[in-house]
């Protein structure tokens, strides 16, 4: 018998499973960075075999299912699952998160007035140059 008080010896299924970990949204975030790389909805099947590193399918099927809920997936049935999709790209993604951020404040002006603030040069002339853009429909000001 073993004196389970002595470290194991590297390699171990533990020591695997714990490096294998992810750190709270990598899992997440792979499973978005391999659909985005994809022009067709893909199952969670498909994303198990692309990820590896011997991941249940139980888990990918929950990652996919709460980004779903997390509005940053559709899916459609496919024979007996779904097959996923993003609703946006990564640039879209971030804008959202930022929008989401800007909707928790109350003084939204505040907050807005804060970010552009600190803002670097090249970004405060991009923005200048987007919001110079007049969209179709908007006043004239």
Avoid: C
């Avoid at 391999?34 to 590896?52: D, F, I, V």
């Avoid at 099927?61 to 946006?88: C, D, F, H, N, W």
């Amino acid at each position: 018998m073993t004196d389970p008080r002595q470290p194991r010896p590297p390699g171990t299924r533990a020591d695997r499973v714990r490096a294998a970990r992810r750190g709270p949204g990598e899992l997440e975030a792979e499973v978005l960075n391999l659909l985005w790389s994809q022009r067709e909805a893909r199952t969670a099947t498909w994303a198990q075999q692309q990820l590896g590193d011997d991941l249940a399918y139980s888990t990918v099927v929950t990652i996919m299912s709460r980004l779903y809920e997390k509005g940053l997936l559709t899916r459609i049935r496919q024979g007996r699952s779904y097959a996923y999709r993003p609703v946006s790209d990564e640039a879209g993604l971030a804008a959202r998160r930022m929008r989401q951020v800007l909707d928790r404040e109350h003084d939204r002006a505040a907050v807005l007035a804060s970010f552009v603030s600190d803002l670097s040069d090249e970004d405060e002339r991009t923005l200048r140059a987007l919001l110079g853009r007049q969209a179709p429909g908007a006043p004239e000001g």
